[in-house]
């Protein structure tokens, strides 16, 4: 953040004095500005967009547990928990359950069967009501 600070300002203000400013090393400025992202960086975009696809193929119901057992086979290698964090910044969650809309609940529309016996329960002979 402080770097970023000094890059966008470097055309107005000395590198040197806006380090001095901000408490940091100008050494640590200008290897940030030949490398700005760190290895570990680099391979948390690369595995967040294999995540991606791989959420896409499943028909984004896996969660991190699945999308790792994916990773696993494509020759990646990370541990769960790695794969949880990254699919939590990028807001890749399971699907769990299948919501229903509301008032479908399928099968048959009920039928009223007429009240033939009108509750007279006793009868003289046997199949009359």
């Not at 696993?72 to 541990?79: A, I, N, V, Y």
């Amino acid at each position: 953040m402080k770097h970023a600070f000094v890059a966008e300002h470097r055309p107005i203000f000395s590198v040197r004095r806006m380090c001095r400013c901000l408490n940091i090393h100008p050494s640590g400025f200008y290897a940030w500005v030949k490398n700005p992202l760190s290895q570990r960086a680099r391979e948390d975009t690369h595995q967040t967009k294999l995540l991606t696809d791989a959420r896409k193929d499943s028909g984004k119901a896996y969660g991190y547990r699945k999308l790792h057992d994916d990773l696993m086979e494509l020759g990646e290698t990370s541990c769960p928990n790695r794969i949880a964090r990254l699919a939590r910044l990028a807001g890749i969650r399971a699907k769990i359950g299948y919501k229903r809309k509301p008032g479908e609940y399928g099968g048959k529309p009920s039928v009223v069967v007429d009240n033939t016996l009108d509750r007279r329960f006793d009868v003289a002979e046997p199949d009359t009501a």
